[in-house]
């Protein structure tokens, strides 16, 4: 089977878990634990899980990979202490390190971070830039999501940044290309938390109150879906309509899904067991977001609660944006105690959004976020390793920029991590050949979908096509 | 490191060539840049109207169809249900990604999708949970046990107008349906909460809609939720649904208007919309290095410092010749210490900042947030004056700048940022950012007065502008403001802005006649932002729904 995201209509299956968003929790309904389709975790088409991670500002280069490429070890890993990515060690041999990845745009022609977020994900050029710049085309996330989600759930989508500050947040995730594509994501960790813990118990059973309950709710929310279909539909008549009120209530119209119930027990991974439930509670009210560093604990919540919603099959695919286009967490990492200045000016190496310096010390912070930054990535690797996902699942790490001081496109890092059903090579560290990301994602994608469809369409708009036999288990 | 010339040409090739890329551009580059150029190169024809100069480009859709705001959803169902106290509900919706248009309430990102889709089926299923848990808490909201009292009430209130027939009895099986169903509530509280949920995810509550004929005046029903959801942020009143029939001329219409805006509520909107205007998160943001008089609880002071501000020149019927001349402010106790007067309390007091501080501009958080620790920034002070108070065109920023050099011995900040940008080229930072930045050299990045810079050097803060309509020379940021106030281009800016909002869509060139009959009434003798947006409830842009390019 060939799949054109742009041409498939949306698979009709019957979605539960839009159910479970908002249920569970608004007519206070105990644990639905056993609601999400167990047949997801069926032998015979095993499920990938995808989640991309898409950080900020940059890395230093020479201070964040291995030297060479070849094959990668837990003892290999740890000791190359000067090197961002020893922290990820303990996961060597589920790691796969990629080198000369390159984004479509040869360079940016205006602000590179807002450029990049569009790029990184989508493999096509960017359009306009700074606040107002757009993709050109629909992000890897979403082409997934079409394929493998019932009734084409839409990806899960986070943001661990300050969204106040409003410049380049959210700039990861696109429907398709041209303004107004971008998806928004969720900063607060407590939103997704609301939405999973109805999933949650102890030992994955469910009781028969529970499925009454749920029963009865699905029942009348069938009359109200349906009135509001009628409804709909009678706008969708109105000859005033233009075709862009039109495809916006058409829109609206598929969102409307009803569910189905069909109780099986899950997997046991789906537990609230490793969340940070008293942290994830306190964000239930007055979700401030500080510049201090608190970033990397948000990011790690998402993390945690991504696993989760991959235990519980509550969504396949997820994308977290770590850190926003001039990102201006103040690190406590010792180089910065001097300097005391935002990361985006520690990228620039020197105090300012746009100008570019060569201050050392700032380049040493830089070092030191970045591992400050993997260890996150390892909390979050941690959390698929005790659910049992890095085998089921691929984990993209990348950055918007590939360093700080030249915001170049070129060598973009990209690291990977689980082997997607065994489909991707796991413990080495590979050149991908100086290729743009149009073909890493060719990869990604097919591993993704795998167990639904064929990928053959080259996806996004950079040079060649096909996927990379590097990257290949 | 590439040379200096290199990437002074390359930003004014760049600016040149992303002013073709639709949508519009914006030169935004952040607080507490210690750049070289904000911006490329700039011209009237660079995205500008030729007739007036501003900037006057989009994409406007003209939905016929524009989803509530998490806002208007809030106080909408509050005022709905008859709530107490507001259900916080949509603290967990779906955001608008910020940034891409002027404002948040652009139509372009008020759309439902799975995700908000969820949220409002939600929020919709608590809220009908929570109004009939009780026969107190149902009699609250409707003191009757008919159903068809209940459906023809509700509905009226959700829908912004009366339900036709076919509604009605599509809500009657509803409510039998609900009544039905399993449970211990009471067989009226059971078909009122299926009826509330399906009114809270009705599209004709969830959308503002406009099916009037294009270019034919909406129906009193359309007015009455259109004046309601902006001035007031909530759906009609039954009072104001019992006068909507004969909202359908501009008088009628205006007088309403004028009443709302005498109101609490409209204060709360022209907060969302002058803050989103001039960026007052950011001031929350505000870091400094190495400044010993800067403590970043003066960031909480500055924010309501700057609402204060523009709550008085709305509440007082002033406009935009006061905002950019008025020589009062707000001061809180550390605002004080910087200002160098005298307050005691720990509140923020209005205060006469004296004869240096003209206008708003000249206060403490517009000069704070665009300046480099202790120094003042002149090319982001421009920049940002151009973009939201003249909608000058300036190009997106280079990729790369390079840093400004140190401050020599006997060399004056303006005389270092001259010496970078002018070998630039660039006509935006020698002709348009750069004098409006040095206009304000009398004032340090925290924004105090000095008379002297760099060991007693005289400060400069001379220049000329292009206005739109006219070159005028200026001695000092005072005089710069004034003719400001004087220009039509000013005038013109806050018009489109002030438009922008309030009809939430992009501005485009199609709506000069609009944007001048604004600017008229702003720039006249009393042109107070009430007389300006009872203009614009008059206008046919207001009260017709044009097609716009399809």
New interface residues.
């Given amino acids: 089977m060939k799949f054109n995201p742009f041409s498939a209509p949306r698979r009709t299956l019957l979605n539960r878990r839009a159910f479970l968003r908002a249920g569970a929790i608004a007519v206070g309904l105990p644990f639905l634990e056993g609601l999400p389709e167990r047949s997801a975790w069926a032998a015979d088409a095993a499920p990938v899980f995808s989640l991309f991670i898409v950080a900020a500002c940059g890395v230093v280069g020479s201070r964040f990979f291995p030297d060479e490429t070849g094959p990668l070890s837990v003892d290999s890993l740890a000791g190359l202490t000067d090197k961002a990515t020893s922290v990820l060690a303990p996961h060597a041999d589920r790691l796969l390190f990629v080198k000369n990845i390159n984004f479509p745009m040869p360079g940016p022609t205006n602000c590179g971070h807002s450029q990049g977020l569009c790029q990184a994900l989508t493999a096509a050029p960017a359009g306009g830039g700074g606040g107002t710049a757009y993709s050109n085309g629909m992000s890897a996330d979403m082409v997934i999501a079409q394929a493998v989600n019932d009734a084409g759930t839409d990806p899960l989508t986070l943001y661990a940044g300050n969204r106040r500050n409003g410049y380049i947040a959210e700039r990861i995730s696109f429907k398709g290309a041209g303004a107004g594509q971008v998806r928004s994501a969720d900063d607060n960790p407590y939103t997704l938390y609301s939405r999973l813990i109805g999933l949650t118990s102890k030992d994955g059973t469910t009781t028969p109150d529970a499925t009454d309950a749920a029963a009865a709710l699905l029942s009348s929310r069938k009359s109200v879906n349906d009135l509001v279909r009628g409804e709909l539909k009678q706008m969708l008549s109105l000859s005033a309509l233009s075709a862009a009120d039109k495809q916006r209530l058409e829109q609206h119209f598929d969102s409307i899904r009803d569910a189905e119930i069909k109780m099986n027990n899950m997997s046991l991974a789906c537990t609230q067991d490793g969340l940070a439930v008293s942290q994830l509670e306190a964000y239930k009210t007055g979700f401030a977001f500080r510049m201090d560093g608190m970033i990397e604990d948000v990011a790690k919540l998402h993390l945690e609660l991504v696993a989760l919603a991959f235990a519980c099959n509550f969504n396949r695919v997820a994308t977290l944006q770590h850190g926003d286009g001039t990102d201006a967490t103040k690190y406590a990492v010792p180089s910065n105690a001097g300097l005391n200045w935002p990361f985006h000016h520690i990228s620039h190496r020197v105090q300012s959004d746009s100008a570019i310096g060569s201050n050392q010390t700032a380049e040493d912070a830089h070092a030191e976020i970045d591992v400050v930054r993997m260890q996150t990535l390892l909390h979050g690797l941690d959390q698929f390793k005790e659910r049992g996902l890095l085998d089921k699942s691929m984990i993209m790490w990348t950055n918007h920029i590939a360093d700080g001081p030249t915001h170049s496109f070129k060598n973009v890092p990209t690291i990977i991590a689980g082997n997607a059903g065994g489909y991707l090579k796991q413990g080495a560290y590979v050149d991908a050949g100086n290729v743009t990301n149009n073909r890493l994602f060719n990869t990604l994608i097919t591993a993704a979908v795998r167990d639904k469809t064929d990928w053959s369409t080259n996806f996004g708009d950079g040079s060649g096509s096909g996927g990379l036999d590097e990257l290949l288990a | ?1 590439r040379s200096l010339s290199s990437l002074c040409a390359t930003l004014v090739l ?2 040149l ?2 002013c073709a ?18 911006s490329g190169a700039a011209g009237e024809s660079d995205g500008a109207s030729g007739a007036t100069g501003i900037e006057l480009n989009g ?1 406007p ?5 524009v989803r509530l705001t998490n806002a208007q959803w809030a106080q909408s169902v509050q005022d709905i249900l008859h709530l107490a106290d507001p259900s ?1 509900l949509e ?2 919706f ?7 248009t002027d404002f948040s309430n652009n139509e ?2 008020l ?9 409002f ?3 919709a ?2 809220l009908a ?1 929570q109004v009939t848990s009780s026969a107190s808490a149902l009699a609250n909201l409707y003191p009757g046990t008919d159903s068809s009292g209940f459906i023809r009430t509700l509905g009226r209130r959700a829908y912004r107008r009366p339900l036709t027939s076919a ?1 009605t009895s ?2 009657n099986a ?1 409510f039998k ?2 009544s039905a ?3 211990d509530k009471s067989a009226f509280a059971k078909g009122a909460a ?1 009826v509330i ?2 009114l809270l ?4 509550f969830l959308y503002r ?1 406009e ?4 270019g034919e005046p909406l129906s009193g029903y359309e007015v009455a939720a259109k004046l309601s959801l902006w001035l007031r942020g909530t759906t009609p009143s039954d009072e104001l649904l019992d006068m909507a029939p004969d909202l359908t001329t501009a008088d009628a219409a205006a007088a309403i208007a004028s009443e709302m805006l005498d109101e609490p509520a409209a204060v709360t909107v022209m907060r969302e919309f002058h803050g989103e205007l001039l ?1 007052f ?2 001031l ?2 505000i ?1 400094k ?1 190495g400044v010993s008089n800067y403590r970043s609880s003066l960031n909480a002071e500055y924010e309501e410092s700057s609402y204060l501000f523009f709550d008085k020149i709305f509440n007082e019927g002033l406009g935009v010749k006061d905002i950019l001349t008025t020589t009062y402010g707000f001061v809180g106790p550390g605002m004080a210490k910087l200002y160098g007067i005298r307050q005691t309390g720990s509140g923020l007091i209005e205060q006469d900042l004296g004869p240096e501080r003209v206008g708003y501009f000249s206060q403490l958080p517009f000069l704070t947030l665009n300046g ?2 202790g120094d003042p920034d002149p090319i982001h002070r421009g920049a940002s004056i151009n973009l939201d108070v003249l909608c000058a065109s300036l190009g ?9 050099p140190a401050l020599e011995q006997n060399q004056t900040n303006r005389e270092r940022i001259t010496l970078l940008t002018t070998g630039c080229g660039g006509t935006c930072h020698n002709d348009l950012i750069n004098p409006v930045g040095f206009a304000f050299e009398h004032f340090d990045g925290m924004g105090q007065y000095r008379d002297t810079e760099n060991d007693g050097l005289t400060i400069d803060s001379s220049g000329s502008y292009r206005f739109t309509d006219g070159s005028k020379k200026f001695a000092d940021a005072g005089e710069l403001m004034r003719a400001m106030a004087e220009s039509q281009q000013a005038h013109l800016c806050y018009a489109k802005k002030l438009a922008s909002f309030s009809l939430q869509r992009d501005i485009v060139e199609a709506d000069l006649p609009l944007v001048s009959a604004l600017s008229a009434i702003s720039r006249a003798e009393d042109g107070s932002i009430k007389r300006v947006l009872t203009e614009l409830v008059k206008n046919d842009a207001f009260r017709t ?1 044009d ?1 716009g390019a ?1």
Wanted: hydrophobic share 30%; aromatic share 4%.
């Fill in positions: 490191m760049t600016a060539a992303a890329d639709p949508p519009k551009q914006k030169t935004d580059t952040g607080p507490n840049d210690q750049s070289a150029g904000a994409s859709q003209h939905y016929r169809v916080g603290a967990s779906q955001s608008p990604v910020a940034g891409t372009l990102l759309d439902v999708n799975q995700r908000s889709w969820a949220d089926q939600s929020a299923e608590s949970d509604e599509a809500y509803l349906s609900g169903m399993p449970g299926l949920r399906a995810q009705s599209p004709n809609t099916f009037a004929p294009s960026h998160a950011r929350g943001t870091s290095v480099l620790n997106p920023p280079a990729a790369a700048l390079p840093p400004i729904h097609e399809q």
